[in-house]
């Protein structure tokens, strides 16, 4: 076998490693050394795949997020309205995300990052792949606000900045039901928590989405 053919082969079963990891223990306690283990390989070897650990989780979250990608085109219904495929994607995309939490601990995990601090860190190459898979989930729910704007139904000026607004505001709010706990006041000064029912979180979810949607920006 061709040395970039063993090269890419052995990328791809670390790659492997790291999403089985991740999707039995979650991002956070998921070590290189473990990564390393279960290809049976020295974790040096693993420095020699990927410039780091935030590059490793780049690559990982690009296979997510193909396969999102996959899901919401196989879920979107055409002959839907536009609002209620929008509502309907928006149910895809928490479920998705409740399946695979590592999913979304692996995009928070480079959200915070900044931009310029994450194009040091992550090779071109990879944000080049990062940036694709995103625009293959996102571009779904684009079609579905330009058919929406287009019916009359919503008004977005940038159906590519809200989708990405949709993106971000959906990951924040699996942290919630993750937690799995609402806090509110039961009497002055006294704190308690709540279970959070998954399904109401979609609904509210959903509403706000489409009254985002609906919403006339001010210029």
Not at 133 to 146: F, I, R, S, T
Request: glycine share 6%; hydrophobic share 45%.
């Amino acid at each position: 076998m061709p040395v970039s053919e063993r090269r890419a082969e052995r990328k791809r079963e670390i790659l492997d490693a790291t999403r089985a990891l991740f999707d039995e223990r979650g991002v956070r306690d998921a070590q290189i050394e473990d990564i390393a283990r279960a290809v049976g390989i020295n974790r040096a070897i693993i420095y020699r795949h990927f410039s780091g650990k935030e590059e490793l989780f780049a690559e990982t979250l690009v296979g997510y997020l193909d396969e999102l990608a996959k899901t919401l085109q196989t879920s979107d219904d055409e002959t839907l309205e536009p609002v209620a495929r929008l509502e309907h994607l928006v149910v895809v995309f928490l479920d998705f995300g409740s399946t695979y939490p590592a999913f979304v601990d692996c995009a928070q995990t480079l959200l915070r990052r900044r931009g310029d601090e994450l194009m040091e860190e992550v090779s071109e190459r990879v944000m080049f792949d990062l940036g694709r898979a995103m625009a293959a989930c996102l571009n779904h729910v684009v079609d579905v606000l330009e058919a929406g704007v287009k019916a009359g139904e919503f008004h977005v000026r940038d159906p590519n900045l809200l989708a990405n607004i949709f993106y971000t505001q959906a990951l924040g709010v699996m942290n919630l039901t993750t937690l799995q706990l609402s806090v509110r006041e039961q009497n002055p000064g006294l704190p308690a928590v709540d279970a959070v029912p998954f399904d109401e979180v979609k609904t509210y979810l959903q509403h706000a989405a489409v009254a985002m949607a609906r919403a006339e920006p001010s210029r």
